[in-house]
């Protein structure tokens, strides 16, 4: 199966960027990089996905290297409120595997004061 | 708009007895998943539907069926429940647009089986 792989644990000063990287060396050419959080026990929520092109939206921005075997999600001004499990996906709906969303174990992000 | 909803949101089951967890969801959406999610872990896929009347079986699918028979709602049992199965179950759903195919995810059921 596909899978992502993550640091499993970083930390990041309140008000300072926080960088989250992901390998994802086996992406095929029609899939997206998602990337979601999980706080405490809540069902996980979107943040931004992006195929090739950096993307940016209200709560985060994605860098996708140019070859897709990895990228980053960037927090800009990380806030305690931050402090989640991050998790990078990758998915496409027209792969062999078509509707099989795997998660790997994510990031732990602590963001300290 | 309700999006994804899980019932029930507790239970407590005994080793050998069964029950039936409903997701329904009121986005249309094609694609259903249920997950697990032990203590310190992360999501595990158990099975996911890509559309009305069809199952298939994700990273650990022991222990479980699954039935779709309304797009709208996906039902995950336990026929015979084990303490193994002791975890908080997430279901999720997304539509299938090619450019925008995110998980909406519902607020969890914590199953305890003793």
């Known amino acids: 199966d596909a899978k992502t792989t993550q640091p499993t644990s970083m930390d990041c000063a309140e008000g300072r960027a926080a960088n989250l990287p992901c390998n994802h060396s086996t992406i095929s050419g029609n899939e997206y990089v998602y990337w979601y959080r999980q706080i405490h026990s809540q069902g996980p929520q979107y943040i931004i996905h992006?195929?090739?092109n950096n993307e940016t939206n209200e709560m985060a921005s994605l860098i996708i290297t140019e070859d897709r075997k990895s990228s980053t999600l960037i927090l800009p001004h990380a806030t305690l409120r931050d402090t989640a499990v991050y998790y990078c996906l990758q998915t496409g709906a027209y792969n062999t595997n078509a509707g099989k969303s795997t998660f790997g174990d994510g990031t732990t992000l602590t963001v300290k004061p | 708009n309700a999006g994804v909803t899980q019932t029930p949101k507790f239970r407590v089951l005994k080793t050998g007895q069964s029950m039936t967890l409903l997701c329904a969801q009121d986005?249309?959406?094609?694609?259903m998943y249920w997950y697990r999610q032990d203590p310190g872990m992360g999501l595990r896929l158990i099975h996911y539907?890509?559309?009305?009347?069809?199952?298939a079986k994700g990273e650990v699918p022991d222990g479980y069926n699954v039935s779709r028979l309304k797009k709208q709602n996906f039902l995950l049992g336990l026929e015979s429940a084990a303490p193994s199965q002791t975890s908080v179950y997430f279901c999720?759903?997304?539509?299938?647009?090619?450019?925008?195919?995110?998980?909406?995810f519902g607020s969890g059921t914590q199953l305890s089986v003793l």
């Open positions: 999720a759903s997304r539509p299938v647009m090619g450019d925008d195919e995110k998980l909406f």
């Open positions: 986005m249309n959406h094609e694609y």
């Open positions: 992006g195929l090739k």
């Open positions: 539907s890509v559309g009305e009347g069809t199952t």
